[in-house]
């Protein structure tokens, strides 16, 4: 049973970068297509799509943040990272880590997301 | 980018109900479509994928239809687990979400 966890800081300053590590056991992310993936929440919203890398090293980022986001794989950690700059309240959200299972299977396994907050 | 555009926003049914959501997309998704349910303060749960495979596990009363720019997801008899939030996703292009759809207890 693949399992996903976020891991960071719950609090961010406006202007800084927020950075959130995903642990992922019971598979390992050098394996197969799949499509690790970032997604958040706002607040009372709905779901939006920060971005995905696969294990070849493509990647795809969301066109509205992609200059401020970076989003890397440690393989010998089986972990991923997001790195989101210049935040601002906008970004205050429930952050999920997930998996896409392949191309055109839907995202399978969802961590049980974190709460980050921008405030001074 | 691909916009999703889910309805109703709310919907209020009771238990027994055949329910139905719609979800439609700026353009073609041939059959790119996922949906999903989410309950408060939990991650979303994938129901099903192109269009209407269902994932595995879930129940067979959960049902998903359409192509190229309209889908519907089907619960043919709502049962008091299935309360819940419901979303679209498209993977054509870039994943985009509808907005979802509350199921309310009517």
């Known amino acids: 049973q693949v399992q996903l966890q976020e891991s960071g800081p719950g609090l961010v300053k406006p202007s800084q970068t927020l950075s959130l590590t995903c642990t992922v056991s019971?598979?390992?992310?050098?394996?197969?297509?799949?499509?690790w993936s970032w997604i958040r929440q706002p607040p009372g919203k709905g779901l939006e799509s920060i971005g995905y890398?696969?294990?070849?090293?493509?990647?795809y980022y969301n066109p509205s943040l992609k200059s401020r986001i970076t989003i890397s794989m440690d393989m010998s950690k089986n972990q991923f990272s997001l790195n989101l700059g210049s935040v601002t309240a906008a970004d205050t959200a429930v952050y999920y880590c997930?998996?896409?299972?392949?191309?055109?299977?839907?995202?399978?396994?969802w961590g049980q997301g974190t709460v980050v907050t921008v405030s001074s | 980018d691909i916009q999703m555009t889910q309805s109703p926003s709310t919907l209020s049914a009771s238990v027994g109900d055949r329910v139905t959501i719609t979800c439609r997309a700026s353009?073609?998704?041939?059959?790119?479509l996922a949906w999903y349910q989410q309950k408060p303060g939990k991650a979303p749960k994938l129901l099903i994928y192109?269009?209407?495979t269902l994932q595995s596990g879930v129940p067979s009363r959960f049902s998903g239809s359409g192509s190229g720019t309209e889908f519907t997801l089907t619960i043919s008899s709502l049962q008091p687990d299935d309360f819940a939030t419901y979303y679209c996703?498209?993977?054509?292009?870039?994943?985009?979400f509808g907005q979802g759809t509350k199921v309310e207890i009517k």
């Open positions: 997930a998996r896409g299972r392949g191309y055109g299977y839907g995202i399978d396994y």
């Open positions: 019971g598979g390992s992310i050098s394996s197969g297509d799949h499509y």
């Open positions: 890398m696969l294990y070849s090293g493509t990647s």
């Open positions: 353009q073609s998704i041939n059959r790119w």
């Open positions: 192109q269009v209407s």
């Open positions: 996703q498209q993977y054509e292009g870039y994943w985009t």
